[in-house]
Antibody
Framework: QVQLQESGPGLVKPSETLSLTCTVS????????WTWIRQPPGKGLEWIGY???????NYNPSLKSRVAISVDTSKNQFSLRLTSVTAADTAVYYC??????????????WGQGTLVTVSS | DIQMTQFPSTLSASVGDSVTITCRAS??????LAWYQQEPGKAPKVLIY???ILESGVPSRFSGSGSGTEFTLTISSLQPDDFATYSC?????????FGGGTKVEIK
């Protein structure tokens, strides 16, 4: 069965770069589009962007100037980088699989999520 | 961006009750809508996609309807496991967006 697992630092200082990796097991990462979603504490979900194994990406315009998603097919992983973070970027970050081409779809399955706190 | 508005934001109900949650899109999204259930501290789990198609393994007491801008999620005969937060998500256009969530609490 397909499983996703996020990894990365749980604490990032303001103005620095948040970096997370999602490891996919049970399916080749070349088969689907993959996405990052975040959820600030007590708030709703926000889509960050997606990537295809070819490197094709699409980002939420609200984050586009600060975000980059990359893929490593040899490790079956994809990664998120978010630069110049502030306290507003404190959230649980989830990786997930898109269920249709170009991520015009629902997301399933999801990783368990990882809390990233931005604080000095 | 397409804004997704859910109501109510909180709903109190008892085991055995039937409840309905509404999700309204700021513009037509046809039936490109999914519903998720999220338990505290856990990732969302998809219940319904394309507005009314039940994901495999999801109990039949969950149902979805609607098209265009107005959608509903109905849970008939609430079970203890159903007390959670429910969110809608549109996938008609980028950026993909979610509703703010509806928390179903025990009365």
């Amino acid at each position: 069965q397909v499983q996703l697992q996020e990894s990365g630092p749980g604490l990032v200082k303001p103005s620095e770069t948040l970096s997370l990796t999602c490891t996919v097991s049970g399916v080749s990462i070349t088969t689907y589009h993959w996405t990052w979603i975040r959820q600030p504490p007590g708030k709703g979900l926000e889509w960050i962007g997606y990537i295809f194994y070819s490197g094709s990406t699409n980002y939420n315009p609200s984050l586009k100037s600060r975000v980059a998603i990359s893929v490593d097919t040899s490790k079956n992983q994809f990664s998120l980088r978010l630069t110049s973070v502030t306290a507003a970027d404190t959230a649980v970050y989830y990786c997930a699989r898109c269920n249709a081409l170009n991520c015009y779809s629902w997301f399933d399955p999801w990783g368990q999520g990882t809390l990233v706190t931005v604080s000095s | 961006d397409i804004q997704m508005t859910q109501f109510p934001s909180t709903l109190s109900a008892s085991v055995g009750d039937s409840v309905t949650i509404t999700c309204r899109a700021s513009q037509s999204i046809s039936t490109w809508l999914a519903w998720y259930q999220q338990e505290p501290g856990k990732a969302p789990k998809v219940l319904i996609y394309k507005a009314s198609i039940l994901e495999s393994g999801v109990p039949s007491r969950f149902s979805g309807s609607g098209s265009g801008t107005e959608f509903t999620l109905t849970i008939s005969s609430l079970q203890p496991d159903d007390f959670a937060t429910y969110s809608c998500q549109q996938y008609n256009s980028y950026p993909l967006t979610f509703g703010g969530g509806t928390k179903v609490e025990i009365k």
